[in-house]
């Protein structure tokens, strides 16, 4: 049996209030991905650490997206990036922090998940080191969008916090004021079984020069071992604060996959923290559970993929 999941980003209030006129490219880009690379799973041409970077590669290109060229703006209107891996068997990973330059981050971590050391690398090391090893650099205003500069101007002009803008998508009509959406991510089981995990953001609109959120810290946004493959996407201080992907392996040692994930979603609301995960457990059972309006969320398992947005899935 192999598996692919992937998020999106978490965020809203209320019910779910249907698709918007921007959702097709979301859940095209998801049904595609996971369609196309769970095949290359299945047919074994893709270890599940490979599979869960391309699948967040794929959507650090989709610019709705909260990561790579879709990504949020910070204080002084600059993109800054954060990813992480982990690969189940060994508990090997990587890491990279404020990147501002590499098309996708998420490979940069791959790349020193792979080296094995060291585990992280920040800022312009990051982007340094990436560039040393053939990856892809771009220019700040290809990573710009309309839309993010619009989100940021809002943010700026009306001098609201941090991330109050980022769940308007100016394109859409899904308004709020909520921070941590568009994060992505993805877990994987492939044929020998192996277990795999990746996260990538941009953050939160208008945040601080140097702020770091809980994608790019192993065990707070992304875990996986031999037993569990952890994303999460959520209010990143709350899922620092309690270690949540690391929680979720922790928990389930006692729980079902559904109670572990549930119980870490109850852990973080103390910290004012909202969000979703994807889980992945060795015997191939997935949960996505989400505590907010809407968790852009997708499954290859069986040969069938499966899309949502709000509570109900999609089937394609």
Known sequence: ???????????????????????????????????DLGAQLASGELTATEAVTLAVETMEDEPLFNAGKGSVLDEHCEVSMDASIMRGSDQAAG????????RHPVRAANRLLVRGWPVMLTGSAADRFAKQEGLEQVDL?????????????????????????DEEDALLDHDGDDDGWGTVGAVAMDTDGNLAAATSTGGMTGKPVGRV?????????????????????????????????????????????????????????PFEGRGGLIALNAQGEVVMPFQTMLMYRGVYQGGETQVGIGPEFIQS
């Open 213 to 269: 959120g809980d994608t790019g810290i192993i065990g707070a946004g992304t875990w996986a071992d031999n037993t569990i493959a952890v994303s999460c996407t959520g209010v990143g201080e709350a899922f620092i604060r309690t270690a949540a992907a690391h929680s979720m392996a922790v928990h389930h040692q006692t729980l079902s996959l559904i109670q572990a994930a549930e119980r870490v979603l109850e852990d973080v609301k």
């Open 1 to 35: 049996m192999v598996v692919l999941a992937v998020h999106g980003g978490a965020g809203g209030d209320g019910p779910w209030r249907g698709m918007t006129d921007a959702d097709p490219q979301r859940i095209a880009c998801m049904q595609t991905l996971l369609t």
């Open 95 to 102: 890491a990279v922090i404020g990147m501002k330059s590499t």
């Open 141 to 165: 205003p290809w990573l710009k969008t309309d839309l993010r500069l619009a989100q940021w101007s809002k943010w700026k002009n009306h001098r609201l916090r941090p991330g109050a803008t």
